[in-house]
């Protein structure tokens, strides 16, 4: 395919850039290029690569690779209702501090993810500052090089902005390779405006269509952009910001009537390594693997796979009972909006009420063909009574693509970051807001219209005789009481249109990582987060007298490895959140 002929050979040239100083703030990088070395147009070049292999999170000496994953599935899954840490009780504590809501600027897990996001941002700026004054470059590649990395820059800073309250942004302007002192800025504010110009810039400068697979487009650049409106679009308190959700409508109804994406026809080719970059991707983090390595695979997921064979290992990141109710749905085939966890589905004895097929397509349940690779049981879990029997499944490779490096855990599949039905959601947002109840009813039946595409449907399958991995279809049967539908009564109420779309980004995205954000940027964590508490508590019996603290629980601490490294003339420059 054509992603494993271009990342391939990206990502090797990368490796010569990965051995770098812990702290990359403080000290001139070591075992990188020499500076002398860079200054060419093949030297830009392989720093531009450099900082793409900073997406994925993985890369840094002596840190583990999931602390920094892009997936988030730590930061913005298992600290959601959306999911458990999953395995055992003593496997990663730290997450399960984060799981608990005991955020501390001690925890290893939140300074990785620092020290990862400002890796990051050091190399784009030492790809922009080396673009501006290399000779023999093109004048419209290097515009194009800096765009590219501007692009990247705000993806790190944007992580950022999800993670702390007050962050620090880290432009070309300050940035000196040559000066240890020159990044230790204050963070005195939330960085959105510059957030907002990196995206703005890049997409002035991309181009419609990229040659290789991975680099961004124009499209990509406002997509984000859009993002970044919407995640301005509702304070702490979750009061509307209208002005920036009207900033976000036209470029989000720009991408829609460009024509260039579509929902994919299947729900489920979002999440296999064979269907990558789709018709509904705007923009992927790539991942590579092969025979005699697995430095540009999935890292950051391994951890989380089921603790039995094929993949052995580890058994986190598994879903709430909470999540799985969600997709629970009525005789006419619409969810639970305001009673979805009033009843658990089962998994000791065949669930047989209506179900929304994306359940079988987010989570392993037991009696469930489990992405083609054997019937999910309880036997897939490390601790059934520590949290309970359900897996996560969007990130794993199907068959196909496992075993490559001789541990599947480790695949090509790429995380897909940003996709066409986000735009769509987002749109409806913004038009529950606006007064347009029709129009965000539209976008959602989209979703949902795709949901429920029977092709896409689990099939039921029977146990073989001779192994696990053994099983044979039960001709025209499925494997649930599927059922999903439009909405078809107009929508003429806000409170609900509003539910109903928050909902639909749920069951659409979840397990994605996305969810504690999402709850965050629409002011609602508190709410939504302690009544999970109140409910998973009764299944989870860790979870029993842990809350939810608004405002201090919606950001996470600022590490003290961070500000106690920020030092300028006596004093730190960067200041812990006040909530901490």
């Known amino acids: ?72 599935w730590v930061f913005g899954g298992i600290a959601s209702d959306d999911a458990l840490k999953g395995t055992d009780a003593g496997d990663q504590p730290e997450q399960s501090f984060i799981e608990r809501y005991e955020f501390n600027s001690f925890n290893g897990h939140i300074r990785n993810k620092w020290r990862g996001v400002y890796k990051g941002v050091a190399r784009t700026n030492d790809v922009i500052t080396t673009a501006r004054n290399v000779e023999g470059l093109t004048e419209e590649r290097r515009a194009q090089i800096i765009a590219e990395a501007r692009f990247l820059r705000g993806i ?39 957030i907002e110009a990196d995206f703005k810039a890049a997409a002035d400068v991309l181009p419609d269509n990229q040659a290789q697979v991975g680099r961004p487009t124009s499209w990509a650049a406002k997509a984000f952009l859009a993002k970044a409106k919407m995640y301005q679009g509702w304070d702490d308190s979750g009061n509307a910001v209208i ?61 989380a796979h089921p603790y039995i064979a094929p993949w052995g290992c580890c058994g986190f990141y598994q879903a709430s009972q909470n999540l799985v109710n969600a997709f629970r749905t009525d005789d006419e085939g619409l969810p639970f909006l305001e009673t979805f966890d009033s009843e658990d ?156 779309v928050r909902f639909e980004t749920r069951l659409e995205f979840a397990m994605e990582g996305h969810r504690f954000f999402d709850l965050q940027r629409w002011g609602v964590q508190s709410e939504v987060l302690n009544a999970y508490l109140d409910s998973e508590e009764e299944h989870r019996v860790y979870l029993r007298g842990v809350t939810f603290e608004a405002p201090q629980d919606q950001y996470y601490p600022i590490p003290t490895e961070a500000i106690d490294r920020s030092i300028l003339n006596g004093e730190p420059t960067i200041t812990q959140d006040p909530n901490y």
């Not at 054509?2 to 100083?21: D, E, G, K, M, Y």
């Not at 020499?34 to 840094?60: C, R």
């Not at 979002?270 to 970059?277: A, G, M, P, W, Y």
């Not at 690779?373 to 897996?391: C, E, K, N």
């Open 243 to 303: 002005g920036k959700l009207q900033e976000a409508k036209p470029l989000l109804e720009e991408i829609i009537n460009s024509g260039r994406y579509r929902l994919t026809p299947q729900f489920s080719h979002n999440f296999l390594v064979e269907t990558r970059n789709n018709e509904e991707s705007i923009w992927e983090v790539q991942y590579a693997v092969s025979s005699a390595t697995g430095d540009a695979a999935t890292q950051g997921v391994g951890l």
């Open 1 to 72: 395919m054509n992603s494993f002929r271009v990342i391939i050979p990206l990502l090797a040239l990368a490796t010569v850039l990965w051995n770098c100083s812990e702290e990359f703030l403080e000290r001139t990088p070591q075992g990188q290029i020499s500076t002398a070395s860079t200054q060419t147009p093949e030297g830009v070049e392989s720093l531009l690569i450099g900082a793409y292999a900073m997406v994925d999170g993985t890369g840094l000496d002596g840190q583990a690779p999931w602390n920094n994953d892009i997936t988030n």
């Open 156 to 194: 790190f800073h944007f992580e950022a902005q999800k993670m702390w309250r007050f962050p620090i942004y880290v432009g070309d302007d300050v940035y000196d390779i040559n000066d240890v002192e020159s990044t230790k800025v204050p963070n005195d504010g939330k960085i959105w405006e510059e």
């Open 345 to 500: 589905v089962t998994h000791e004895t065949e669930y047989t009420d209506p179900l929304d097929p994306r359940l079988d397509h987010t989570v392993g349940r037991p009696g469930i063909l489990y992405k083609n690779f054997q019937i999910h049981q309880t036997d897939f879990i490390r601790d059934l009574s520590y949290a309970g029997p359900f897996s996560s499944m969007k990130h794993v490779a199907e068959p196909e693509g496992f075993g490559v490096t001789g541990w599947g855990n480790l695949s090509a599949n790429n995380y897909r970051i940003m996709r066409y039905g986000m735009i769509l959601l987002w749109l409806a947002e913004v038009e529950v807001e606006l007064g347009n109840l029709e129009r965000a009813r539209e976008l959602v039946n989209q979703i949902r219209e795709r949901a429920g595409n029977s092709e896409d449907f689990v099939p039921k399958v029977i146990q073989g005789a001779n192994s696990r991995q053994e099983y044979s279809f039960v001709d025209g049967e499925v494997a649930a009481n599927y059922k999903v539908d439009t909405y078809d009564e107009p929508w003429t109420d806000q409170d609900m249109a509003r539910q109903a």
